[in-house]
């Protein structure tokens, strides 16, 4: 007994002394790295796992349904991107001013951040709820009638809740920046949670369908945004922001808000101006494949919500080491945010894929559908475990020091000559379907993760926006 209790005594210590040689610096110790990742993992698999779940009952009320929800992600996704950037902005200019010692530009940021990512929203929010029925005829023109008019009905539903989405996001984008991920977490199982037992009820008890759907989806959102502004107004945010620092506008915080958000704006509207060509592709394939396109991304979703974590995780860490001014250790973390993002990529397969046939038995999905499902995932996990990391936390580890043009630049190239151009080439003009399209995604996957390995190495993005 005591032979075992001395063995696991060492096991813990060359473990710890392995942490500590990994994670721990001057700036963080592993124990600090870990309180912010397992919040951010558990936030990511909480979403994930709830969008999981919605998507099912989506699922069982109609194919159709499922369908209207995957023609509208990308659009709705235009509007989202606005706002999103902002936050992802605010994100890294938070961090860089706690790195710097700088609290009350923190606080004078942090209202900026709220009060423009809102505003966006609703300015965004209107244009979007009045044009709806155009946009879904005029790029969808081939789907079913009944497709479309769910469609329509569930993109003004998400129109009119990105307006409290956007408060929840840009609070959270302050609670990320300076590190207390534990508030992000919580609030996420908040907004989740309603989320998730609002849609049981309007779509599988009440059996309202699509309009189900959107209640819930606002319902949450009107609920989690107020918490949030609650949490970031409140004397334990620790930032003593008042209601006034949010509607007054500070002209040089809010022109820097801008200039960083702009190239994050850029490639998420160019980005998922491409997802709907992609999107439009396949509606020519059926509502078999839309379906089977839908379920196949809602699963991939739960296994790379770790390796978002991760990658949500570079931009406080590297950030507050460009805004302590030191580029080596900045370099330092970003190695290991990548070894990390691979990490959590290949325990998230080996943990999920067992279980695998449980989770697409939750969508009730038709038979015929299945099979394309299989076909998707199988296509994709090499490419996940191999270029992932490299693709997506990567590009966070360099706008972390302020690289965004660069990134932004090659993720929108890549995108548009690989997904849109290579998809459109393969999927369409040599007959490859829906393969053809998840084929060409690992293709961008690798074209990214070489693009921005070289840009690492050369040492050019470690630069700092002070």
Not at 230 to 245: A, F, H, Q, T, V
Request: charged content about 10%.
């Amino acid at each position: 007994m005591k032979s075992e209790w001395k063995t696991g005594l060492k096991a813990r210590t060359s473990a710890d002394n392995f942490l500590k040689k990994s994670l721990s610096s001057n700036y963080f110790t592993y124990q600090q790295i870990f309180e912010m990742l397992v919040p951010l993992i558990m936030d990511q698999f909480f979403v994930s796992i709830i969008g999981l779940l919605t998507t099912a009952m989506i699922s069982s009320s109609s194919q159709e349904s499922v369908s209207a929800v995957s023609l509208v992600s990308p659009i709705y996704a235009m509007t989202y991107a606005i706002f999103s950037s902002i936050s992802a902005a605010g994100t890294v200019i938070i961090a860089q001013y706690k790195g710097n010692g700088n609290m009350n530009m923190v606080k004078k940021a942090a209202g900026q951040i709220v009060m423009f990512t809102v505003v966006s929203a609703i300015f965004f929010s209107i244009v979007l709820s009045f044009f709806a029925g155009s946009l879904i005829d005029a790029m969808f023109a081939d789907a079913d009638i009944c497709v479309k008019n769910k469609a329509t009905e569930y993109l003004i539903g998400c129109a009119i809740s990105c307006i409290f989405l956007s408060l929840y996001m840009g609070c959270v984008a302050v609670f990320r920046g300076i590190g207390q991920t534990k508030i992000c977490l919580k609030l996420s199982m908040i907004i989740n949670l309603i989320h998730l037992f609002a849609s049981f009820i309007f779509i599988n008890i009440l059996r309202l369908d699509i309009i189900g759907t959107s209640l819930s989806l606002n319902l949450a959102r009107v609920i989690g945004g107020g918490v949030a502004l609650y949490c970031l107004l409140g004397e334990k945010s620790g930032l003593s922001i008042r209601l006034k620092d949010i509607m007054r506008i500070n002209g040089s915080i809010l022109t820097s808000v801008i200039q960083t958000s702009i190239p994050f704006a850029m490639e998420q509207l160019c980005f998922n101006g491409g997802a709907i060509l992609v999107s439009m592709f396949i509606v020519k394939f059926g509502t078999k494949s839309v379906a089977a396109n839908a379920v196949a991304n809602s699963t991939v979703a739960v296994f790379y919500a770790m390796g978002l974590a991760v990658s949500n995780l570079a931009v406080p860490v590297v950030g507050q080491c460009i805004g302590a001014g030191d580029r080596r250790m900045a370099k330092n973390y970003g190695k290991k945010m990548i070894w990390l993002g691979e990490f959590s990529i290949l325990l998230s397969l080996a943990v999920m894929v067992p279980f695998l046939k449980l989770i697409l038995g939750l969508y009730q999905a038709p038979a015929d559908t299945i099979g394309d499902i299989y076909k998707l995932l199988v296509i994709i996990t090499l490419p996940m475990v191999l270029f992932w990391s490299t693709s997506n936390v990567l590009p966070n580890v360099l706008r972390a020091a302020g690289d965004v043009k660069f990134t932004s630049y090659v993720s929108l190239g890549v995108m548009w000559i690989v997904r849109v151009g290579l998809s459109y080439l393969v999927s369409i003009k040599l007959g490859a379907g829906i393969v053809g399209v998840w084929i060409c995604l690992g293709m961008e996957w690798l074209i990214r993760s070489i693009i921005f390995l070289l840009r690492f190495h050369s040492e050019k993005w470690l630069k700092t926006l002070f």
